[in-house]
Each structure stands twice: as C-alpha cells, then as structure tokens.
C-alpha cells in the first residue's frame, strides 16, 4: 500500500545544530508539505513542493530549508536549531490540481534544548 | 495567519449525541476541507466540499458549506468514543496550500 512515513518520530537535538527531517511518500504525488503544529497555533506551513526542483516558502519559513530532488522525498532542514522550533513537523502530499485532499505523515517531534 | 477559525476550541458529548463544530474563514475559496487528528497521530482527511456545494454527506458525517457568511459545519451523529479528536478545517484558496484552522477538541464520553 502506498504510505508516506516521517523519520525520526521523535528527536532531541542541542541549540544551533543542525538537524534535518526525513519525508517520503510512496503515493506518486506531485505536491509535498511541510507544517508544524505549536498548541495555540494550529498548523503553520513551513515549506512546499509542487514537483521536482520545485520548492517555496510558507508562511514561518525563517531559519528552515527544503530540497526537492525526486518525487518521493522532501527533506526538511533546521540550519541551526533553536529553542522556538521546538514543536511537533508534520509532512503531507497531495497529487496536484483541485479538490484532492493531503495525506499526512504520523508527524516528528522535535526537541531542541 | 489562520483562515478557518473552529467555534468551539473543545467540546464534551455524552456518546451517542450529536456533535457540531463551526468553521469561518475570510477570503474566498474554492473548497473547503475537514480532517480529524486523533492524539499523537496525523491528520486524516474526512471530508470536501466544493465552494459551489451546501452540503455533503459522508457516513456520519454532514458538512455545510455557506460562502455568503464564509462559513462551514461539521456534525457528527450519534457520536462514539472513537470520535474523540481534534477536528480541523482548512481552506483551498486555488493557487496556494491549504490554510488550517487551530481546531476543535472533541471528547466523546462513553
């Protein structure tokens, strides 16, 4: 069955480290997410991905960066970790075009300390 | 910034009554989405109406859509204790991805 599966699910990692989080779905999907959800916040989006080479930044970009190599991966890089990206990632897909759906990831905690 | 704000933040039910959630949001839309997050899981899609839909039904599930007011709702009936979540409602601008509201926590008591 198709999946898409987030690594590590849970990580804890020293201020100004650099950490990056894994994504890969298997759905075939052109589009790729990255949120984090912060209690109070709900979902903020990070980074996106409408297809190979493709990526744009969201609305709490700073301080993150994604590349888009191949269809199935969109790793997600904290360049020097900081307490405030303390919070819980969550990566989804979707094909592209209108009225589809995302599928989400179980989602990486993500300590920094 | 959020788009969908829910109305409740929490919400309690005895099982088997039926449970509403509202959602309003501020620009236009082409369709609006609902998703259910259950405790230290993802998010799982449940539900899409079209910006040209009132409404739509999913098993137990009835969502309403009323662009003149910006708004949607979400009911649930004859609600279960495994429809104890967060429930989410995002919106689908066209050009950009989906905008998620900050939620509403359902417990569903047994």
């Known amino acids: 069955d198709a999946e898409i599966t987030q690594s590590p699910r849970h990580k804890i990692t020293e201020t100004g480290r650099q950490v990056t989080l894994a994504c890969h779905q298997t759905?075939?999907?052109?589009?790729m997410f990255w949120y984090r959800q912060d209690l109070g916040h709900g979902l903020r989006l990070i980074h996106y991905?409408?297809?190979?080479?493709?990526?744009n930044k969201g609305e709490v970009s700073d301080g993150y960066s994604v590349s888009r190599s191949n269809t199935e991966d969109l790793p997600l890089t904290l360049e020097s970790a900081a307490s405030s990206q303390t919070s819980v990632y969550f990566c989804?897909?979707?094909?592209?075009?209108?009225?589809?759906?995302?599928?989400f990831g179980s989602g990486t905690r993500l300590t920094v300390v | 910034s959020q788009q969908g704000e829910e109305d409740p933040q929490a919400l309690s039910i005895q099982e088997g009554e039926n449970a509403t959630m509202n959602c309003s949001y501020k620009?236009?839309?082409?369709?609006l989405q609902w998703y259910r997050q259950n405790s230290g899981r993802g998010l799982v899609h449940l539900i899409l109406?079209?910006?040209?839909?009132r409404e739509k039904h999913s098993g137990r599930l009835r969502v309403t859509l009323d662009t003149s007011k910006k708004s949607s709702s979400l009911l649930i009936t004859a609600s279960r204790a495994a429809d104890t979540a967060s429930y989410f409602c995002?919106?689908?601008?066209?050009?950009?991805?989906?905008?998620f509201g900050k939620g509403t926590r359902l417990s569903v008591i047994a």
């Open positions: 989804a897909s979707s094909p592209g075009g209108l009225d589809y759906g995302y599928t």
């Open positions: 759905w075939n999907h052109n589009n």
């Open positions: 991905s409408y297809g190979v080479q493709d990526t």
């Open positions: 620009t236009s839309i082409n369709n």
């Open positions: 109406i079209r910006s040209n839909e």
């Open positions: 995002a919106t689908d601008s066209g050009n950009t991805p989906l905008v």
